[in-house]
């Protein structure tokens, strides 16, 4: 272990011993986490004040744990509500840096002089944070932009702080039991993942550009223009954008802004995010909402983005719709069905309590998820559930959302906001497009079973006739009377296939189906005739 190395540990650990969490992770007076079979350990944990405690430890010890803060904010069904409510707490601000350090940074990222880039560039930081700061500045081509500048060396602070984090939760998961069951080690492979994105301004880049395209033909909403002649994985140039907060549209009282549009114009650009595009803003607070002319809304800091591929959109599309029909036992299916139940849950006790809270949110008229998704994380938590972290940054981003909605006009009906996107979903669903799109890649994956199947068959065959090839199947096919019933059953099943891709005029199921026939006809031949 290098002298820095050790010398960053010595802080974690003197941060930990300072706020008291060495007796909860148990460790030994040889520094070496070990599970402490005490019943101090144990009460520490129900301490109350322990989630501020959590919080200011993590404030002292900077940028990679603050992040690591954030992160545990947004998954309660980990840590708890307790702890993820005051985690969202956390401030991550720290002292500017010089524009002298600014000017260096970003002259040796875009390549040039500041007075060849810019026609004018404030000194002045608009906003500062841990990773990095904003300028506002003026392209010599004319146009007004933000830069944001990622601080020098943050990259290998968070480096070094990802390793000692990992060493950290692998010794915790090995001897403390009751850490085991939250799984550190993977929590710290998904922050290792986040924060390595968010320190990437590439990928920020990429995230605008491609939510810009999925707003390209909807006027409501806009995402700040990129620049990329002035953006590396270090310097993010975009459009300045200079709209009116949130919390003062809240405010007004005039008719410069119409909230009733404005709601509905938040709402439903992020159930399309959702479930359409399966692309979404992970973060969408109001302070990264900003409301243009017109009641335009814009979204800033992209960094933190959710992602859904098809099959889990059309999944999750799923799960909410069987969720709003109070359909408990297709809920139940649905999630065994995306592995994030198990199949050996106890599923009557679950549906019961599903029932239990369906009856106790839909038992008035309900308009809000507000309230339910918590409610529904905090029962899948009770049952040891460890929810994907896309439908945890779901929820808490849906959550955001309708907050803002309500905010803007208390009389909005999310339920209803989503039926358009329901039915927009079963519409995709039968779009000749993605029929034809899934027919394609059928064809060419039935082309190269295809292409291997004379190869395959021939292989077999030889090895039939060396007898080198071995069964283990559960039916005795040593029985004359077994073997030739299967042969029967498969030619007769095959048979009667009219559908799916062909080849030579015949379904292709068909055609394995005969195929095994033949492989068990030649085993029949020469264990019970040429024997």
């Known amino acids: 272990m290098d002298k820095q190395t050790k010398e960053r540990l010595g802080e974690i650990r003197g941060a930990i011993k300072k706020y008291g969490f060495d007796k ?30 959590l919080r200011l430890m993590l404030q002292d010890l900077g940028t990679t744990f603050i992040k690591l803060g954030q992160l545990l904010s947004t998954r309660p069904d980990v840590v708890g509500d307790r702890i993820a409510n005051e985690l969202a707490n956390l401030q991550d601000d720290n002292p500017p840096i010089t524009y002298e350090e600014v000017k260096e940074i970003v002259e040796s990222e875009l390549n040039g002089k500041m007075e060849d880039l810019f026609e ?24 007004r932009v933000a830069i944001k500048i990622q601080k020098k060396g943050i990259t290998d602070k968070i480096d070094l702080d990802l390793r000692i984090l990992k060493y950290i ?67 993010l140039t975009m459009e300045f954008i200079d709209g009116t907060k949130l919390n003062d549209v809240y405010a007004s009282t005039g008719d410069e ?37 017109d009641n335009v809304v814009c979204y800033l800091d992209l960094g933190m983005m959710g992602f859904f591929d ?10 909410v719709m069987l969720f709003m029909d109070q359909d408990v036992d297709g809920l139940i299916n649905q999630l065994m069905y995306m592995d994030i139940l198990d199949y050996d849950i106890d599923t009557s006790s679950l549906r019961r309590d599903l029932n239990d809270l369906f009856g106790r949110y839909f038992g008035i008229k309900l308009n809000r998820f507000d309230g339910v998704l918590e409610a529904l994380l905090s ?102 009377v077994s073997i030739i019933a299967l042969i ?6 095959s048979s009667t296939v009219s559908f799916g891709p062909t080849a030579f005029d015949m379904p292709v199921i068909s055609l394995i189906g005969y195929i095994i026939a033949i492989i ?6 020469r264990k019970f005739v040429l024997k």
């Open 520 to 525: 068990l006809s030649i085993i029949g031949l």
């Open 379 to 480: 029962l899948m938590q009770e049952y040891g559930v460890i929810l994907p972290n896309e439908v945890v940054t779901m929820a808490r981003g849906l959550s955001m959302i309708e907050a803002v909605a309500h905010n803007l006009d208390p009389e909005i009906d999310v339920f209803a906001s989503l039926k358009p996107v329901a039915a927009q979903i079963a519409k995709q669903r039968l779009d000749p497009k993605r029929y034809l799109k899934s027919k394609k890649s059928n064809a060419i994956l039935y082309g190269h079973m295809l292409h291997t199947l004379p190869k395959l068959l021939t292989r077999t065959i030889h090895k039939i006739e060396n007898d080198e090839l071995q069964f283990n199947l559960e039916v005795d096919i040593t029985d004359k």
């Open 169 to 235: 939760a692998n010794r915790a998961d090995k001897w403390n039991a009751n850490l085991r069951k939250i799984n550190l080690p993977g929590i710290m492979e998904e922050f290792d993942r986040s924060i390595h994105k968010e320190i990437d301004y590439n990928n920020e880049f990429m995230n605008m550009q491609r939510i810009e395209m999925n707003f390209i033909e909807n006027p409501s909403i806009h995402i700040p223009a990129t620049y990329d002649r002035y953006c590396t994985s270090k310097v």
């Open 310 to 319: 098809e099959k889990f959109k059309r999944d999750l599309s799923e799960v």
């Open 257 to 293: 802004f119409d909230k009733k549009l404005l709601a509905k114009h938040v709402l439903d650009s992020y159930l399309q995010q959702l479930f359409i595009d399966g692309f979404f803003h992970g973060d969408p607070h109001p302070g990264n909402i900003l409301i243009l002319e």
């Open 24 to 53: 909860i992770l148990g460790q030994s007076a040889k520094n070496k986490i070990r599970q402490k079979e005490d019943d101090e350990a144990n009460e520490l944990l129900l301490d109350d004040e322990i989630p501020v405690k």
């Open 488 to 493: 029967s059953a498969l030619l007769i099943g």
């Open 120 to 143: 004018d560039f404030s000194q002045k930081e608009l906003a500062t944070a841990s990773i990095g700061q904003v300028h506002e500045a003026k392209l010599i081509t004319g146009e």
